[in-house]
């Protein structure tokens, strides 16, 4: 059974730091990619970040460049995504995700989500 599940989200204050995890499962992790969406309420969900971990290739949205970093540990099937400055329109549900590749391929597992709120 495919599993992903997410941790590490919390309340911190604006320009403070967390560090998500995403521990995977029941799939072949090294020929996968694992990307990071989030959803804020009222808004619809947008993708953060993915890593490929067949070449460790990443990706970001423009909002969090220079902010956020994935991570792969491919020994322990785990994605990590440390958030740097982190500032109040990060506030969402993060989920991490599975597909083939970053892009050109549907995302066909879910995590349940963990909350990040950032207060100003």
């Known amino acids: 059974e495919v599993q992903l599940v997410e941790s590490g989200g919390g309340l911190v204050q604006a320009g403070g730091s967390l560090r998500l995890s995403c521990d995977a499962s029941?799939?072949?992790?090294?020929?996968?990619?694992i990307g990071w969406f989030r959803q804020a309420p009222g808004k619809e969900r947008e993708g953060v970040s993915c890593?490929?971990?067949?070449?460790?290739?990443?990706d970001y949205a423009d909002s969090v460049k220079g902010r956020f970093t994935i991570s792969s540990d491919n020994a322990k099937s785990m994605v990590h995504l440390q958030m740097n400055s982190l500032k109040p329109e990060d506030t969402a549900v993060y989920y991490c995700?599975?597909?083939?590749?970053?892009?050109?391929?549907?995302?066909?597992?879910w995590g349940q989500g963990t909350q990040v709120t950032v207060s100003s």
């Open positions: 995700a599975a597909a083939l590749r970053c892009s050109g391929s549907p995302w066909g597992s």
């Open positions: 029941g799939f072949a992790f090294d020929g996968h990619a």
């Open positions: 890593i490929s971990s067949s070449d460790g290739s990443t």
